[in-house]
Nanobody, 122 residues
Framework: QVQLVESGGGLVQAGGSLRLSCTAS????????MGWFRQAPGKEREFVAA????????YYANSVKIRFTISRDNAQNTAYLQMNSLKPEDTAVYYC???????????????WGQGTRVTVSS
């Protein structure tokens, strides 16, 4: 079973950038579609971005399209989320997750990290 650990969160001013990392243990990382989700206080966890096993297909929520870039390095068992032009509304706990199902269905992700907090100040 794959285990995921996120890092890279922190406090940043609006307009700034952060890069989140998600490092996986286990030898099956490359078989998973990897996704990033976020959960703001008082809100449901929402889809942010996903990348298929090869890295050739990426998907984004409309709210982050153009500003965020998801990528992966299967040799390093790591997925990334580059976040640019950050806005206060991007403030949330960010989770990486893995699925062998449909990337847009949160319930089909069966491996989750513990989350990393991102705070964007205005």
């Amino acid at each position: 079973q794959v285990q995921l650990v996120e890092s890279g969160g922190g406090l940043v001013q609006a307009g700034g950038s952060l890069r989140l990392s998600c490092t996986a243990s286990g030898r099956t990382f490359s078989s998973y579609t990897m996704g990033w989700f976020r959960q703001a206080p008082g809100k449901e966890r929402e889809f942010v971005a996903a990348i298929n096993w090869s890295g050739l297909s990426t998907y984004y929520a409309n709210s982050v399209k153009i500003r965020f870039t998801i990528s992966r390095d299967n040799a390093q068992n790591t997925a990334y989320l580059q976040m640019n032009s950050l806005k206060p509304e991007d403030t949330a706990v960010y989770y990486c997750a893995g699925t062998k199902g449909n990337y847009w269905k949160r319930e089909e992700y069966d491996v989750w990290g513990q989350g990393t907090r991102v705070t964007v100040s205005s």
